[in-house]
Nanobody, 122 residues
Framework: QVRLVESEGGLVQAGGSLRLSCFAS???????MGWFRQAPGKEREFVAS????????NYGDSVQGRFTTSRDTVFNRVYLSMNDLRPEDTAVYFC????????????????WGQGTQVTVSS
C-alpha cells in the first residue's frame, strides 16, 4: 500500500519562496516521484519529477530554473523547493508516484496525494 501526504502549502507574496513536503508510506524505493498542479478552470499541469535514485529530474517549462525537487529515501520524503513565485503559480499541488524506471512521471501516475494549496499574491 502506497500513501502520499503533502504539506507546507500556504500563502506567499510574489517573489517569495515555499518548500512543499510529501511523506510517502509504503515501498516507493524504485518509484519515480514528483509533482503536478491544477489551478481553477485549468488543466492539470506537470511540475517536476525525480528518478528512483534521485540522480535525474525533469521540470515543466513554466517552472524550469525556479523550482527544484529532491528526495530522501531514508525518511521517505520528496520535496519541492519553489523560488521566485508568481501569481500564475497559484494552484493545488499534488504529490505523485509511479513504478517507472526513468525520471519522468506518466501523465496519470498510479498514486496521488490529496493536494496542498499554494496561493501567490501580487
Amino acid at each position: 500500500q502506497v500513501r502520499l501526504v503533502e504539506s507546507e502549502g500556504g500563502l506567499v507574496q510574489a517573489g517569495g519562496s515555499l518548500r512543499l513536503s510529501c511523506f510517502a508510506s509504503g515501498s516507493t524505493g524504485l518509484y519515480a516521484m514528483g509533482w503536478f498542479r491544477q489551478a481553477p478552470g485549468k488543466e492539470r499541469e506537470f511540475v517536476a519529477s525525480i528518478s528512483w535514485n534521485g540522480q535525474f529530474a525533469n521540470y515543466g517549462d513554466s517552472v524550469q530554473g525556479r523550482f527544484t525537487t529532491s528526495r530522501d529515501t531514508v525518511f521517505n520524503r520528496v520535496y519541492l523547493s519553489m523560488n521566485d513565485l508568481r501569481p500564475e503559480d497559484t494552484a493545488v499541488y499534488f504529490c505523485a508516484a509511479d513504478p517507472t524506471t526513468g525520471p519522468q512521471l506518466p501523465p496519470s501516475p498510479r498514486y496521488w496525494g490529496q493536494g496542498t494549496q499554494v496561493t501567490v499574491s501580487s
